[in-house]
């Protein structure tokens, strides 16, 4: 690993859980409020979607981060409220993955999966 990946790595679990920390069952209840009132939407409590971030590959990657569409690229996910505020992100995995697949190998897809996002039941 390079200084920025480790650098980057290290100031990322300093500042996430000042700046963004994983919602308590009373933020997702508020979300879920929000998205009723705003776009008429029950039950639910955030927006998931991927976007590819273009990036310049690193030394000796091969085509690990080659996009299909010739050029490379990393996922970010994210989960927004219904003001498109960003509840949660994970960046980091590789374009040749579905949706479904990045969410099962990122930590909040790992957290749902376990039930341990601390969504409130129905």
């Not at 679990?13 to 933020?27: F, G, I, S």
């Not at 929000?34 to 998931?48: M, P, Q, V, Y």
């Not at 979607?49 to 310049?56: A, C, E, F, T």
């Amino acid at each position: 690993m390079g200084i920025v990946t480790v650098a980057c790595e290290m100031l990322w679990q300093k500042v996430q859980p000042l700046h963004m920390p994983l919602p308590t069952r009373e933020k997702w209840m508020k979300v879920a409020g929000r998205f009723e009132k705003l776009w008429h939407c029950s039950n639910c409590c955030g927006a998931l979607d991927s976007k590819l971030v273009r990036l310049q590959i690193p030394n000796h990657s091969g085509s690990l981060y080659r996009f299909y569409r010739d050029f490379n690229a990393l996922v970010l996910q994210a989960v927004v409220s219904a003001d498109a505020r960003f509840l949660a992100v994970d960046i980091g995995d590789f374009d040749r993955n579905s949706d479904g697949g990045v969410f099962n190998h990122f930590d909040i897809g790992m957290k749902f999966i376990t039930n341990n996002l601390y969504i409130p039941p129905q």
